[in-house]
């Protein structure tokens, strides 16, 4: 049986509202200005300027590629078939939201030629940096309570390296990889609204629907105190 820890009612819907605006507040200031564009391009040649980082930055992406993330988010959903069908299903809805969404909003989303010398492909999300949040996110799905403090600690910390390490090799550009940040918000309220689904059956089946109804007399489940022999008798 699954434990019956349940996240705040409004808890999915905040993290997909939050991580939905993340994802067009980024696009907008460091996509569609001038000023966001020559920004972001700016940090990200100043990081990637140092050989020493980027044969770092090499090793570290190549350890955390994402072939490596999408096996492991793989084995991560299968975990949750321990606890609830509906578990695993919300991890692997998170997963596919983390893992598809950069895809696509780099392929919808255009890139306009503003402080760019030529014109660019649109790079944001990050998808390193997103594969390595998915995993971070069917964690936190997928294991019990008294772990999910020191997965959200752990993953945090990776996704963040892998971004880093994405900017220092001039993969992406930073607001790629707070967008994928954002996008991995939206991927675990989504989660969360599956597995509500099965929590809100989960206590419905729990609570008045197993109660049995009262028979005439005062019985309950065809037992009533009077059809106990009376000792005085």
């Avoid at 988010?73 to 692997?92: I, S």
């Avoid at 402080?115 to 492909?121: G, I, N, V």
């Avoid at 403090?149 to 220092?168: D, E, R, S």
């Avoid at 940040?181 to 509500?196: F, N, Y």
Wanted: charged share 10%.
């Amino acid at each position: 049986m699954p434990d019956r820890d349940h996240p705040p009612p409004a808890l999915p819907w905040g993290l997909i509202t939050v991580g939905t605006l993340g994802v067009l507040g980024l696009y907008a200031v460091f996509v569609l200005s001038t000023t966001g564009q020559a920004w972001d391009t700016a940090v990200m040649d100043r990081a990637s300027a140092r050989p020493g980082s980027r044969r770092l930055a090499e090793a570290i992406v190549e350890e955390l590629g994402p072939m490596r993330m999408v096996l492991l988010c793989g084995m991560a959903c299968l975990t949750g078939l321990l606890r609830h069908w509906r578990v695993a299903l919300g991890a692997g809805v998170a997963v596919m939201v983390c893992l598809a969404g950069p895809q696509i909003l780099k392929a919808t989303l255009p890139r306009p030629q503003l402080a760019d010398p030529w014109p660019m492909p649109n790079s944001l999300p990050s998808g390193h940096t997103a594969a390595v949040a998915a995993l971070a996110v069917a964690l936190v799905l997928v294991l019990p309570l008294a772990w999910r403090g020191l997965v959200l600690l752990v993953g945090t910390g990776a996704t963040a390296l892998m971004g880093a390490m994405v900017v220092v090799l001039s993969y992406h550009r930073p607001s790629d990889v707070l967008a994928s940040a954002s996008l991995a918000l939206a991927a675990w309220g989504a989660g969360l609204l599956v597995q509500g689904r099965w929590a809100a059956s989960t206590r419905a089946g729990s609570g008045p629907a197993q109660r049995r109804p009262r028979a005439r007399g005062g019985s309950v489940g065809g037992y009533s105190p009077s059809s106990e022999p009376s000792s005085a008798s």
